[in-house]
């Protein structure tokens, strides 16, 4: 059964490979040995051909089931998260050195049965990295944590992302526990603990909002000194997941990009099969780090 989500009726401009080739095939192996869990499989990301086969991957922290149920989203939830893992930064550590990783993704579900929100999962994950090599460059995609955010900032990844998803109209729709607002504020917050991190958030489109919604998200965003945005299409892994409202085009697309660019965003990736995490190594530059 391929591992891509199942599209129905998708426009002509949606072309993606079966996800074959060796060095997926020894990804997909080092990820199973390891028992440790990446986004592009629980997530039935659209990419994993491509970037398991470029040797990347987003790693996934503190399990396979998450405490929300977002109606877009494909990984497992439930009331009760499962034990954390304490070897848990170190495979992941291990994996990405194995892997010959350069630049490192690290995302988690939501866990707000923790009390930090599994905060700390992070920072040792962050050591453990550092451990096997200080130079590998290292980007977050964290849940909207409460109290413990500035812990995470102190162990100073070289990116921290939040992603706020989608427009406000539609936020609560689709992600019942979140708060528009407050991804706004946990941003802007991450920002005032370090001016010179990078800082980065992503969206979906096609959930029901309208282009000027769209715009009104990134100026959003860059008021909160934002420094990258990604901006891709939603794409429904179920039938029990909220249905795509449209396919946008990729003449829109590239509009959505330039009036990103225009706003002051250091780099803006906008594409119908774009995620927060695809090619995230290019949208950085070596002058942009500390």
């Known amino acids: 059964m391929s591992e891509l989500i199942q599209i129905s009726k998708k426009p002509s401009w949606f072309k993606v490979q079966f996800p074959d080739g060796q060095n997926y095939r020894e990804v997909r192996e080092l990820v199973k040995q390891n028992n440790i869990h990446t986004i592009c499989q629980e997530g039935k990301c659209p990419n994993i ?28 939830t439930g009331n009760q998260g499962q034990a ?17 990783i350069k630049y490192a993704v690290i995302t988690s579900v939501d866990r707000d049965d923790l009390e930090d929100g599994g905060a700390s999962q992070y920072i040792k994950t962050i050591e453990e990295i550092r451990k096997i090599d200080p130079t590998i460059r290292i980007e977050l995609l964290t849940p909207d944590y409460k109290d413990s955010l500035k812990s995470v900032v102190d162990a100073r990844p070289d990116v921290f992302g939040h992603n706020i998803e989608t427009v406000r109209r539609v936020h609560k729709k689709v992600r019942a526990k979140g708060d528009y607002d407050y991804s706004l504020e946990l941003l802007r917050k991450a920002k005032e603990f370090d001016p010179k991190m990078i800082t980065k958030s992503g969206m979906m489109v096609g959930l029901g909002e309208t282009n000027e919604e769209i715009l009104s998200t990134l100026k959003d965003l860059r008021e ?67």
């Open 224 to 290: 909160q000194s934002i420094d990258i945005v990604t901006i891709g299409q939603y794409l429904r892994p179920t039938e029990r997941h909220e249905k795509v409202h449209r396919y946008v085009t990729p003449d829109e697309f590239k509009s959505f990009e330039q009036e990103g660019k225009k706003l002051g965003f250091k780099n803006v990736f906008s594409g119908p099969l774009v995620r927060s995490s695809f090619h995230a190594d290019e949208l950085v530059n070596e002058d942009d780090f500390r």
């Open 49 to 76: 051909g491509d970037c398991w086969n470029r040797r990347t991957a987003s790693f996934m922290l503190l399990g396979d089931t998450c405490t929300r149920a977002c109606r877009y989203c494909n990984v497992k």
């Open 84 to 100: 954390v893992d304490p070897e848990e930064p170190r495979k992941v550590a291990e994996s990405i050195k194995v892997m010959g």
